[in-house]
Structure formats: C-alpha cells, structure tokens
C-alpha cells in the first residue's frame, strides 16, 4: 500500500505560513474579549457596548420628544464615551469592532461631528463659527 506524501491525507491539514486562499474565520478585535468574567451574566459582560447603546437610545426618545439639541447632544456624547472607553479599557466586549485606532478614530470623529453640529443648530444656536457662512456665501452665490 502507497501512503500519500505528508499532509496531504483526508483529514489532515499542511502547516504552512501562507495566506490560505479562503478565509473561514476572522480573527477578534484587539480588546475584543470580555469586559467581565465569562460566569458573569451576558449584560455584565457586554456592559461597555450596552452603556454606549443605551445613551444613544435615549438621545433618540429625547430628540423624538422634542428636544432635539440634548438629544443630539447625549449621542454625540454617547459615541465620544465609547471612543474614550475604547482607549483606556483592556477589553471592552462587542463595543470592539476594528483595530483600537480605527475604533477611537471613527467614534471619536462621529461623536465630535454631532455635538458640533447639535450646538450649531438653528435656531438660537450655542456656538456661531464665523467663517462657515462666509464659505456657503461664497459657494453658493454665482458671480457671472
């Protein structure tokens, strides 16, 4: 009987430091464990995702109740919360989506944009920025 040459058997696999060419599983996100013991109940685990949804939840009853500026404002804060847990806390549960940079970047950049943004709101805005309606003068009006 002829044995077939190594690792290329039925149910054996070839150790090899290639890139397989079918990807069957994506490795976790840095700080992408548990942010509790794996006894502790599925809230207490996930409780930095849960923190960051739960603000954002109420930010929108708040904003469909008719205050739209704190609710815009507790989702800005909520997604800067998350930035801010993202980068001091070792494992932070399902809230770990990408490398701990991209997360950071992205929540950070998200929540800053919409606080920004909901303290600019018409009408009565809190913050005037002088210059952005020099720029939409001067981008909208035609001069031929």
């Given amino acids: 009987m002829v044995r077939a ?4 058997e039925p149910g054996s696999r070839r150790v090899t430091r290639r ?12 700080g992408g464990g548990r942010a509790a013991p794996g006894d502790a109940p ?4 996930q ?3 849960l923190v960051v949804l739960g603000a954002v939840a109420l ?3 708040l904003t469909a109740l008719d205050m739209f500026r704190f609710g815009t404002l507790l989702i800005g804060a909520a997604l800067l919360a998350g930035a801010v847990m993202r980068w001091t806390l070792p ?17 950070g950049i998200l929540g800053l ?14 913050i005037v920025i002088p210059f952005l309606k020099d720029t ?7 001069n031929r």
């Avoid at 040459?5 to 290329?8: D, E, I, N």
């Avoid at 599925?42 to 685990?45: C, F, Y």
């Avoid at 494992?91 to 929540?107: C, E, K, N, P």
């Avoid at 944009?113 to 809190?126: D, G, R, S």
């Fill in 91 to 107: 494992s932070v549960g399902m809230l770990a989506v990408r490398s701990r940079f991209t997360d950071v970047a992205t929540y």
């Fill in 59 to 61: 930010g929108l009853l």
């Fill in 42 to 45: 599925a809230p207490a685990r």
């Fill in 19 to 30: 890139f397989p060419r079918i990807t069957r599983d994506t490795a976790r996100p840095e």
């Fill in 47 to 49: 409780w930095p995702l």
């Fill in 113 to 126: 944009a919409i606080v920004l943004l909901a303290l600019m709101a018409q009408p009565k805005p809190w």
């Fill in 5 to 8: 040459a190594h690792g290329t």
């Fill in 136 to 142: 939409l003068h001067f981008t909208l009006t035609s």
